[in-house]
Structures are given as C-alpha cells and as structure tokens.
C-alpha cells in the first residue's frame, strides 16, 4: 500500500469516528482542540474513538466549571489570577499526592533493605535460625 493511499484510509478512518455538528455545538470545547491535545500525548499510531473525544470534552467542561465555582466562593469582583490557582489547587494537589506516595514508598524499601543488613550484620538472621533449629 502506497503512503497516499495509507493517509486517505487515515482520513477516512478518522472521518468515521469526527463528532457529528449536532453533537459538537452540546460540547462546552472545540473539539478539534481537544483532539489536537491528545494526540499531542499521544504515540502517532494511536486512534481516538469519537466516544472518548466527546467524554474527554465534556470532562474538561465538568473541570472547568467546578474551578469556576471555587472562583465564585471569593468575595471579589474581579477574578485575579491568585484566585484560579487557589481554585485549581485541590486538583493539583491530587497530583503532588501521587508523587508524594510514590516517595515514601521508595524510602520504605530503602529503610526495609537497611533493616535487612542490619539484622544480617548484628547476627540476628543467625539467631532466628538456631531458635528455629532447636524448636524442631
């Protein structure tokens, strides 16, 4: 198959699965500019199904008004950009979360292996294994 006939089968797969004029004007976002976004993070063989387009799209406008209602909490007028990024806190936070996680963990393995050799260098395994031994 020649590389022109592999892009129009692309073009046509894609078209398949483009979210209907009808559907799009429901969705709070462009959906092309959705689309673009993933597939930026996305590897270049990958497809994107039109239910995943349209769920993606509908998610980031159920983000975007739940920051918009933690704005609206503030007693100001004027949205400053000190409130956004206090509204959008919580969802950072999650991320800081799982990183967070992801550190302790590693540093109890460490402090698990360092109990290991000191146990082994104080003799204890040793021990453990003549207790063993003479309860048999």
Known sequence: MSEEEEKAKEEATETEEEVSEEEAEKLPFPTA??????KKNLDSEKMIKKEVKVEMNKWLGSLCEKVSK??????YVTMHLNEFKEAKRV?????????EKERILAHLDAIKKDIGRLERDLGKVEEDIVQMEKAS
């Not at 500019?33 to 993933?38: D, G, H, I, N, Q």
């Open 33 to 38: 500019a959705v689309v673009r976004l993933m």
């Open 70 to 75: 933690d704005m609206n909490k503030f007693p």
């Open 91 to 99: 969802y950072e936070d999650l991320e800081n979360f799982a990183k």
